[in-house]
């Protein structure tokens, strides 16, 4: 069974200073790695992804993510942060032996960035 | 969100009603998901769909029922609605089986049981 784990509820940062956003994982064969973030009554919004190859992914909006395979994490980060920023991030995982595509998301962390 | 819309936006009903909350993508995307989002629980996913005609239960299914008779809708019903069930529910489509693509996401529907 795949999981993700996001061991913080909230992150606060101040503007302009760096934002990390943490997630681990565990699943079965190569992992396939996912960041969304959502802003208040919006759906999620794709951000970036983790498939092969590089570990570190860039993707919108100026975050990148790190791949570590033997910590089993994928954290998310930004160096520097925007008041815009302030959203609920959501990590995800899908499992390589997934045929279906299903991805288990983590329980979110909200970050406040603070002008 | 452009090409994936739920409705209604907002829904409330009684304890013990059927309720259908409904799913339209436009871009032909053969993987749709349902998933309720709750606080401290993040996303869980309800049900999903490989195809038109091709479902199966997510990790929490009881109380849903779902259909996919056109590959561009999946309506998710609750049989008998309970307060449990009080949550938003996003609906997803992907065009790879293999998830490479990611997911998009509707805007959500907002379902109180009273």
């Known amino acids: 069974a795949q999981s993700v784990a996001q061991p913080e509820d909230q992150v606060n940062v101040a503007e302009g200073n760096p934002l990390t956003v943490k997630c681990t994982y565990s699943?079965?064969?190569?992992?396939?790695l996912f960041w969304y973030v959502q802003y208040p009554n919006r759906g999620l919004q794709f951000l970036l992804k983790?498939?092969?190859?590089?570990?570190l992914v860039k993707g919108s909006y100026g975050f990148e993510a790190e791949f570590n395979k033997s910590q089993t994490s994928f954290h998310l980060k930004k160096p520097s942060a925007l008041v815009s920023d302030s959203a609920l991030y959501f990590c995800?995982?899908?499992?390589?032996?997934?045929?279906?595509?299903?991805?288990?998301f983590g329980a979110g962390t909200q970050v406040v960035v603070t002008p | 969100d452009a090409g994936i819309t739920q409705s209604p936006r907002y829904k409330i009903t009684e304890t013990g009603r059927q309720v259908t909350l409904m799913c339209h993508q436009t871009w032909s995307h053969s993987y749709m998901f349902w998933y309720r989002q709750d606080l401290g629980h993040g996303l869980r996913l309800i049900y999903y769909s490989a195809a038109a005609d091709i479902t199966d239960k997510g990790e929490v299914p009881d109380g849903y029922v779902v259909s996919r008779s056109k590959t561009e809708n999946f309506p998710l019903t609750l049989e008998s609605a309970t307060r449990s069930q009080t949550s938003v529910y996003f609906c997803?489509?992907?065009?790879?089986?293999?998830?490479?693509?990611?997911?998009?996401f509707g805007s959500g529907t907002r379902l109180t049981v009273v």
């Open positions: 699943v079965s064969g190569n992992p396939y």
């Open positions: 995800a995982v899908r499992g390589g032996t997934d045929s279906w595509g299903k991805l288990q």
């Open positions: 997803a489509s992907s065009a790879l089986p293999t998830g490479l693509s990611g997911y998009t």
């Open positions: 983790y498939i092969t190859g590089d570990n």
